[in-house]
């Protein structure tokens, strides 16, 4: 596949991100709106000891989390080898390859064990039938008392996921709402 290495930039907390990207990757030029949104929302959480971040892409919400957050194992998943190529790069040059796990699976299926927290920027292009496999397998990937954190737009279906998650979880809080974006937390 055709390669253009590029670099995409970010500030949270007067600490500024340089993340290797490249094309062929989701958001390959800047950080897009959805994850701003969803790390700024999270930094001040307790997200407990393990996070997955579930369809990592070159790595900026879990990078980020880990980076702020020196108790927090991450696990990187994601289908995309290219992005978790990129991904691994980037964690090792802001030093968390020690504390950060990148696998490749689809979905689910190579993720082993339970999270405190899973975070996603679901890829809504991917459709329904991935988008709500990742709400749907959260439940037997989480521990008990562990939360869900999604970020999505109300033109993506931000409303129909959020009686999704209810209907799954039996719980679902409205953390953010921004410029069309929802950050929905659901927990076990």
Known sequence: ???????????????NFSLSSDIGVFSKNELD???EILIETLLPLNLGTNLLDLGCGIGPIGLTLAYFTPRLNVTCSDVNTRALSLCERNAQSLKLSQR???LQSDIYQKIEG??????????IRAGKKVTYEIYRGALSHLVDGGSLYIVIRKKQG??????YLEELFGNVAVLAREKGYF??????
């Open 158 to 163: 931000a409303e129909s996921v959020k009686d």
């Open 183 to 188: 950050v929905l937390k659901a927990t076990k």
């Open 1 to 15: 596949m055709e390669s253009k290495p590029r670099t995409v930039n970010y500030v949270f907390k007067d600490v």
């Open 114 to 123: 339970k999270f405190d927290s899973i975070v996603s920027n679901p890829p």
């Open 100 to 102: 950060v796990t990148i």
């Open 33 to 35: 709106r959805g994850s």
